[in-house]
């Protein structure tokens, strides 16, 4: 998994611009506390060579300031550089429409994120008739580099889009004017996909109701200098088809990685990875003092060592059951809540989990106990 926000990066640039900055800053005060009334030559030739060398630092240091401005300049203006949309006319086909419609709401969760989820209810499904109007905040009180809304993928939205520029959004993170999409939208994962996939997407989003939805869907704020790293995230798509169901494990790892696991189920701070691949860890402060981890789910005896592919099919299945009922949770009273979309994720196929479980066994085993919800509240 990359590692996207290589932070140390810009904080050297910052660091170096300040330094030349203040080069500057110190050539000039010299050169205004120079003494023309000094009679001795040897000074007055000590000064001028003094002024000579003061000048051609600050001329390196004015280079240095122009090529950094210069870079950032360039980080913000010329990239993403992910090339044009591209030309593409996806037909919409019963077929597709059907296989997008199992990737956005059980794979791929584009209708997760894209709706008004309701927190009052375990897992916080998203609530009926908002599938697809954006609006979930993802900002700095959960510990994301700024301020960012999902946004409405109905034909609301999407209509004057081309069926390439939607294809760029998804796999390479490019919204239609060419501006950096946040990475919590899981475009990183997307972009090894099945080019297949992508366009089944693309044909259930154009068959999707119209809806403009009640929430206002604020423009997205980066911080300083995540607005400059941003640009950086992007990249070009590197599609590959979908393995044979016949091969598991490799099947498996294409639908794991289409599900995002690793991105919840891997330990990071501030949108940096700091713990092992799919050994879990990951904070998600829900509020008033209440956290909810990530398990480890690596083949540790710690994780999912023992357990078997049936329980593990059944541990999703249990929320497709008719008898199921979605629990209300209260936080105020210490009820637990999470964030792993369980009962999006059940309605994948008994086959499809049971690969995913197949590939997850096949992971390094990390030994790690994570505690998995914890609050201060009385
Ligand atoms: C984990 C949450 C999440 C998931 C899952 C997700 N998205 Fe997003 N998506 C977002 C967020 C947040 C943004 C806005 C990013 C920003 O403002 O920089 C976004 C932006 C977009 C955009 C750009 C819209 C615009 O106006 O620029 C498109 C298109 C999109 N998503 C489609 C999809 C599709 C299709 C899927 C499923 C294949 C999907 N998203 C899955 C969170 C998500
Ligand atoms: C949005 C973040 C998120 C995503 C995406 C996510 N998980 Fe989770 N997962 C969690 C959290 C948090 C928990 C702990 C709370 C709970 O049990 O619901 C959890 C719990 C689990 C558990 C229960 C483990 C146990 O010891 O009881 C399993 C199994 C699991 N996840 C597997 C997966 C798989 C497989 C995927 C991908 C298909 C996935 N998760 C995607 C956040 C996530």
């Known amino acids: 998994m990359n590692n996207a926000w290589c932070g140390g990066v810009v904080f050297n640039i910052e660091h170096a611009a300040q330094t030349a900055a203040l080069n500057i800053h110190f050539i000039l005060l010299g050169s205004f506390s120079y003494s023309p009334n000094l009679s001795n030559q040897f000074t007055i030739n000590y000064l001028s060579h003094m002024k000579t060398l003061l000048k051609l630092l600050g001329a390196l240091a004015l280079v240095a300031v122009l090529g950094i401005a210069g870079f950032i300049g360039y980080v913000k203006l010329a990239m993403p550089d992910v ?13 597709r429409v059907e296989r997008g419609k199992y990737l956005a709401h059980h794979v791929m969760l584009c209708m997760d994120c894209h709706a008004t989820r309701d927190w ?33 993928i109905t034909p609301f939205a999407l209509a004057n889009w081309t069926d390439g520029e939607i294809f760029r ?24 996909l099945d080019e297949e996939d992508i366009k089944s997407v693309i044909a259930y989003l154009r068959t999707i109701p119209s809806i403009k939805g009640d929430v206002e869907i604020k423009p997205s704020k980066p911080d300083f200098p995540f607005n400059i790293i941003l640009n950086t995230i992007p990249e070009k798509a590197a599609l590959a ?15 794991t990685t289409a599900a995002g696991c690793a991105e919840c189920h891997t330990k990071q701070e501030k949108g940096k990875i700091v713990g092992e691949l799919f050994a879990g860890g990951f904070e998600f402060n829900l509020g008033n003092g209440t956290m909810v981890r990530s398990p480890n789910i690596t083949p540790h005896e710690t994780g999912l060592g023992n357990w078997n592919r049936s329980q593990f099919v059944q541990r999703f299945k249990m929320y497709t059951d008719s008898s199921y009922i ?53």
Not at 83 to 95: L, Q
Not at 242 to 253: E, N, R, S
Request: glycine share 10%; with cysteine; aromatic share 14%.
């Open 83 to 95: 090339g044009n949309a591209p030309e593409m006319k996806v037909e919409i086909t019963d077929a």
């Open 120 to 152: 009052t209810t375990f897992a916080g499904p998203p609530i009926a008739g908002t599938e697809g109007i954006g609006g979930e905040v993802f900002d700095q009180k959960f510990g994301f580099p700024g301020f960012f809304m999902s946004r409405n």
């Open 169 to 192: 959004a998804i796999t390479c993170g490019v919204s239609k004017d060419g501006s950096a999409l946040f990475p919590i939208m899981p475009y990183k994962y997307y972009r090894v």
């Open 241 to 255: 088809p979908m393995p044979p169901k016949t091969d598991v494990l490799a099947y498996g790892k294409y639908l």
């Open 326 to 378: 979605p629990a209300k949770v209260d936080l105020g009273k210490k009820e637990f809540q999470t964030v792993m979309p369980w009962t999006m994720y059940s309605g994948m196929t008994e086959e499809d989990l049971g690969a995913i479980y197949e590939y997850l066994k096949t992971v390094s085993p990390v030994d790690k106990s994570i505690e998995r919800f914890t609050t201060t509240l009385n």
